[in-house]
């Protein structure tokens, strides 16, 4: 073996530089390729020492081979052991003694070992292989001789075998390494895999063939037509010629041919390259942009005295993106099409929990289909070029596309690249290999040059680089902070606070990170011209992504700040089936060090791409409407930059206490961008009731490619009329009796039992038929959630600090510290002063009724914040059936509830949960006006002044607490009842950090209180 996988900045031997001409097709149409996707022999080698010897001659038969399926990687299949880390590098890769830096050890490193055979009818054309994905690295021999030698994992690498092959069978022997020095590079927060893991294709080239070209366009006419540029390369592979002719078709999406042009009497000497341009004036153009996807495609072929030689097909589409700077109190803009654009974004791994980096292209689309469906219009492809079938797809739905070289050092990003000039040659080669494969992609607006790892000259070099193949596209890097390298000024999860700052352009400190821990002071004048990103925010770790209302106020209010990508878009596990049960796991379950633990898990999708409930609020934020209502009459603004919404319907539902009562579906009013248009109602459409509301939601008129007629892709609920949250007040007519172990009260067919030393009410009978199983007390702990454990902070002291647990162990001492009944002829109240820690004063007060019901009162002053505060209870097994009156369906928060609707719901205890891959609080509903659980023969609780909080769900606290993965939860026969006047907000905006606003805390030092009603039916 050539060990260059030990050898520093050896990172391509005889690899082709790509280019963006894509794959030949012959005069049929047909592509001129050969898959070799499909069943290999392959021996997996723990140690690179257990490389068989000249595996690769084509006289060894590889007996001892197995086989695996190309593309894969190992570890989802079995061998050795999936590693996952964010910042840390494996241990493998050297990283903490600098001055060793780069070096793989190789005790510790692994390799896979691949053969295939191949057979060829002729070799009458130029043969080359394309590998478009290998991690790590690999060593390519063909028929026992060496080809060559590759690095950079997310780019394809591609070689001429044509000397190497003949007629007949054929031998490909590849050598994968898990580690190589170019792995100091790719450092990304993900699964640290190995194999071949994208397509292995063999092409047939001619040998003068098309090699690469460039299209773009020049818009022009307010929009209305378009110059149609391109730079074409032709490539002899041997022999020469005098009368070469280049003809481009140009077809609309309907196959129209709209231009054919010809480039006659161009020259190529043997071996050698010539270019060529074209440039013609196209009238009456379709655009193409994410709302509007019109695709074009060109043709280009080539002919040798009249001869046919070579085809290539791309896709075309007439855009322009541009920075319009800051002028006269206006921007600076993003401008698509002459339009302001605000990136509604997700970061994008290209992962899937049962095929790892080697996910299928049905799956890469239904990803697009989920984004289009779910509003999102813009993906960074975190943090590596993807395939192309990628951007073939996102060209057809409308995807907005931030492409984002290879390169992360996160755990010595204040080492390398820096400004070291071999660095910054590998950084380089990378670059352009992603910008010469994917440069003719439409969906393509901006280019990054890597991720979180650091700043020196390397990254101009990488500016350089692209400038010298494109100059029509925005050039993206977070923690550029001179404003001369990225043309946009970016950061990863800017606190809100600081979103006011950079849209008035005020001073501002800015990238803190590991290699600039106390960021940078940025004066007004440094950042005025740069739109602002945010390439990551919103952080959205299990039970997360509060405050995402907050931020799009802020979006849309400012010019300057131009939208962002969240992170990130489903959860990264690797999924496991034992005994029929699926296993999700994570960092540390294969038994990896070093690991991050759940730490990927950031999903608003979880890993099989079902919905976490932060995605309706994405979906709701990114909505492109905004929609009011002012007497009888629904007012919209339109966000939309090039649809009318005319080309959408309305649907009206009105509700009455909760219930829909009445429906309207009328055609959309025209309303261009950036317009207001209104709807005016029937008169006799609103009706009285307690609580009046309307939802007004925006639908599709037809089915399109990813949503069928009638979707919803904005909707607003208006409250007409607000309850006053009035209940009737209920004569007492109540007894009790009382001995030294507890109280116990009469009321109406019901009977109360409260335990003397603790305070709880240990049992709630109505007719002789118990509903409790576990007492009625006061709570002030939920299970926790990521953002409220931390789990980035490795220091217990730190945590405990930072009130980690607080609640947990106090909730252990609360017990009654005084007992106090109220009886007299028409009320009869048991008041409780509680004692526990962190707890200044807490008192409940039970008012009997003689209806069945008793109010509940709480009244709580903390010492330190609140997780919630209410009380808890556990009913028996027979009682199931949820109806409710709240936000809903879905679980909702304080700081996340945009999305939910105000309505009655009805269903059992699993519809209105929602298991997280790690467990932690969930399925909580705001703004509840009553609840009834267990329909005639259960309990109903009712709001008294104002709304309360709830959540119902067949798991225990403890059971939520203690399990570390979904498949250890087992739902228990008991409903776990929490009735809150208030729970926290869950936070989000910096990754494990709740990070709450005021608003969605529950302050120390103030009186907290609230009442409820509750009916034994």
């Known amino acids: 073996m050539k060990e260059f996988w030990a050898k520093p900045h050896i990172y391509n031997v005889n690899s082709i530089e790509r280019y963006g001409s894509g794959f030949p097709y012959d005069i049929d149409f047909n592509q001129k390729v050969i898959s070799l996707n499909g069943t290999w022999h392959f021996k997996f080698c723990p140690s690179i020492k257990d490389i068989p010897d000249k595996f690769y001659l084509l006289e060894d038969n590889n007996i001892d081979f197995g086989e695996i399926i190309v593309p894969s990687e190992w570890q989802i299949l079995g061998y050795d052991t999936p590693i996952y880390t964010n910042i840390r590098y494996p241990y493998a890769i050297e990283s903490s003694n600098f001055f060793n830096i780069p070096r793989i050890k190789a005790d510790k490193n692994s390799a896979g070992c691949y053969v295939k055979e191949f057979f060829l009818e002729n070799i009458s054309s130029e043969i080359f292989i394309n590998f478009a994905g290998v991690n790590s690295s690999a060593e390519i021999y063909v028929n026992g001789s060496f080809v060559g030698y590759s690095e950079d994992t997310f780019d394809e690498q591609e070689y001429r075998i044509t000397d190497y092959v003949r007629t007949g069978k054929n031998k490909i022997a590849v050598v994968v390494y898990r580690y190589c020095t170019g792995s100091y590079l790719e450092d990304q927060d993900m699964w640290r895999l190995s194999g071949i893991f994208r397509d292995v294709t063999i092409i047939f080239k001619p040998k003068i063939e098309i090699f690469d070209c460039f299209f773009y366009s020049n818009l022009i006419n307010d929009y209305k037509d378009s110059e149609l540029l391109g730079d074409i390369v032709i490539k002899s592979h041997g022999t020469g010629s005098d009368s070469l002719q280049v003809r481009l078709i140009l077809f609309d999406n309907e196959g129209n041919e709209i231009i054919k042009e010809d480039i006659n009497d161009l020259k190529i000497e043997d071996n050698y390259e010539t270019n060529c341009s074209f440039r013609k004036n196209i009238q009456n153009i379709k655009l193409w942009s994410h709302e509007v996807p019109n695709l074009y495609n060109i043709v280009l072929e080539l002919y040798d005295n009249q001869n046919f030689l070579d085809r290539r097909i791309l896709n075309f589409g007439f855009r322009e993106i541009k920075i319009i700077p800051y002028d006269k109190g206006k921007g600076p803009y993003i401008y698509l099409n002459g339009k302001a654009l605000k990136f509604c974004g997700v970061n994008r791994h290209d992962f899937h929990p049962e095929y790892g980096h080697a996910v299928p292209i049905d799956i890469i689309e239904r990803d697009i289909i989920l984004c289009k469906a779910n509003n999102i219009s813009a993906i960074r492809t975190s943090h590596y070029p993807n395939p192309r079938a990628f951007y073939d797809l996102c060209d057809k739905y409308g995807i907005l596309v931030m492409s984002e070289n290879n390169l992360e050092t996160h755990g010595l990003a204040f080492l390398l690249p820096r400004n070291s000039v071999k660095w910054s040659d590998e950084c380089c080669y990378r670059i352009r290999n992603m910008v010469n494969t994917h440069k003719n992609h439409p969906c393509i607006v901006s280019w990054s040059l890597g991720n979180e790892s650091g700043f020196g000259k390397s990254f101009f070099d990488m500016k350089n680089e692209i400038l010298k193949i494109d100059t029509t596209r925005f050039i993206h890097y977070e923690p550029d902070t001179t404003g001369k390298c990225s043309d946009v000024l970016s950061e990863m999860y800017s606190k809100l606070e600081k979103m006011p700052k950079i849209g008035e352009n005020k001073p501002i400190t800015h990238c803190v990170s590991l290699w600039n821990p106390f960021g940078t002071k940025l004066k007004p004048e440094q950042y005025i011209n740069l739109p602002f990103i945010q390439c990551e925010y919103a952080h959205s770790m299990g039970n997360s992504l509060g405050n995402f209302e907050d931020y799009w106020d802020q979006f849309k209010k400012y010019d300057r700040l131009a939208g962002g990508f969240i992170w990130d878009f489903a959860d990264q596990s690797i999924k496991v089936v034992n005994n029929g049960i699926a296993e999700w796991r994570y960092g540390g379950d294969f038994g990896d060090k070093p690991n991050d633990s759940n730490f990927a898990f950031n999903g608003i999708f979880r890993a099989d791409r079902s919905p976490n409930p932060a995605l309706y609020e994405v979906k709701k934020q990114y909505q492109q409407v905004d929609i009011a209502y002012s007497y009888y009459k629904v007012v919209f603004y339109n966000r939309f930059l090039f649809t009318d919404l005319n080309t959408f319907d309305c649907k009206i539902d009105l509700l009455i206490d909760g219930k829909v009562t009445d429906k309207l579906l009328l055609p959309m009013p025209s309303i261009q961008p950036f317009t207001m248009g209104e709807i005016e109602l029937p008169l006799d459409f609103i009706k ?201 369906p879905f679980e909702n928060y304080c700081d996340r509830c945009s999305a939910a609707l105000l309505k009655i719901y009805k269903g059992i205890s699993e519809d209105f949960l929602h298991d997280y891959l790690y467990p932690q609080e969930n399925g909580g509903h705001t703004e509840v006006r009553w609840v009834e659980i267990g329909g005639s023969n259960g309990i109903k609780i009712d709001a008294k002044d104002k709304p309360f909080e709830m959540t119902i769900h067949p798991y225990t606290y403890d059971m939520l607490e203690n399990a570390t993965h979904l498949h250890e939860l087992k739902t228990t026969d008991n409903l776990s009842v929490y009735i809150d006047g208030k729970q926290r907000g869950v936070g989000g905006d910096v990754p494990a950090l709740a990070s709450l606003k005021p608003a969605y805390k529950i302050l120390p030092h103030q009186v907290h209180s609230f009442k409820v009603r509750l009916t034994l039916l």
């Open 688 to 888: 009285d009731g307690d609580e009046v509301s309307i939802i007004v939601s925006i639908i599709t008129k037809n089915d399109n490619k990813y949503s069928l007629k009638g979707h919803s892709i904005a909707y607003e609920q208006i409250i007409v009329k607000k309850s006053d949250f009035k209940l009737p007040e209920i004569s007492s007519n109540c007894s009790y009796s009382e001995n030294d172990i507890e109280i116990v009260i009469a009321f109406g067919e019901c009977k109360c039992i409260i335990d003397k030393k603790t305070g709880y009410i240990l049992s709630l009978s109505i007719c002789g038929i118990e509903k409790l199983k576990d007492p009625l007390k006061p709570n002030f702990v939920r299970a926790t959630i990521d953002n409220d454990r931390l789990p980035q902070v490795p220091v217990p002291l730190v945590k405990w600090i930072m009130g980690v647990g607080k609640f947990k162990k106090a909730m252990k001492k609360l017990k009654a510290k005084k007992i106090n009944i109220f009886s007299s002829d028409d009320k009869l109240s048991v008041a409780i002063d509680w004692r526990i820690p962190h707890i200044r004063s807490l008192r409940t007060l039970y008012s009997f009724n003689s209806n069945n019901s008793f109010d509940i009162e709480m009244s709580v002053v903390s010492s330190s914040e609140l997780e919630r505060y209410g009380f808890t209870f556990s009913l028996r097994e027979q009682i199931d059936g949820i109806t409710f009156y709240g936000k809903g």
